[in-house]
Structure formats: structure tokens, C-alpha cells
């Protein structure tokens, strides 16, 4: 795997957890209908 600088490793970071909050609270409001 290549070194990735900070940034990139950031913006990867993010994406991921954004990823995971929308799909978390999808899954959430499909359990509420």
C-alpha cells in the first residue's frame, strides 16, 4: 500500500465515517417507520 499524505488520509477518513453515519441513520429511521 502506498503512503498516503495527511490530507488524503483525512478526506478517506471522512468519507468512511460520513459513509457509516448515513447508512447508521438510515437503518434507524427504517426501525422508526
Known amino acids: 500500500m ?3 499524505n495527511s490530507s ?3 478526506q478517506i477518513t471522512s468519507d468512511f465515517v460520513v ?3 448515513i447508512s447508521h ?7 422508526d417507520r
Not at 25 to 31: K, V
Open 2 to 4: 502506498a503512503m498516503a
Open 8 to 10: 488524503d488520509l483525512y
Open 19 to 21: 459513509d457509516q453515519i
Open 25 to 31: 441513520s438510515e437503518s434507524q429511521n427504517a426501525g
